[in-house]
């Protein structure tokens, strides 16, 4: 069984209830575990290409990134993501997604 997710509730819970239960329960509860139709690991690369299309590089960003990198994408494998979609989101774009990748694969 997938980790429940509270990060909406314990962020924004007390101020923005129903989004916290959308984002931990619809998103991260029903959306992200229908991994039968798609798998966590290509979620994680949709999302990531998705979030840098929109140049959203912030905290929500990385957490995509390690997510991605827990879900198996390789560093390799990221740096031709991101490569790749520089192409149709902007080469700025990709600089500061770049940026932040090198330092989640830091280790690799």
Not at 52 to 67: C, I, K, P, V
Not at 77 to 83: P, S
């Amino acid at each position: 069984m997938a980790e429940k997710q509270t990060a909406g509730r314990n962020e924004l819970g007390d101020f923005a209830p129903k989004f916290a239960e959308l984002n931990d329960d619809v998103l991260f509860g029903e959306v992200w575990s229908r991994t039968d139709s798609l798998s966590s690991r290509d979620r994680c690369i949709v999302t990531v290409v998705s979030l840098l299309a929109q140049g959203l590089t912030d905290s929500s960003f990385r957490y995509h990134l390690e997510n991605a990198k827990k879900n198996g994408i390789t560093r390799d494998e990221i740096a031709e993501i991101l490569t790749h979609a520089a192409f149709y989101a902007g080469w700025p774009k990709a600089w500061a997604a770049f940026r932040m990748a090198k330092e989640v694969w830091k280790e690799d």
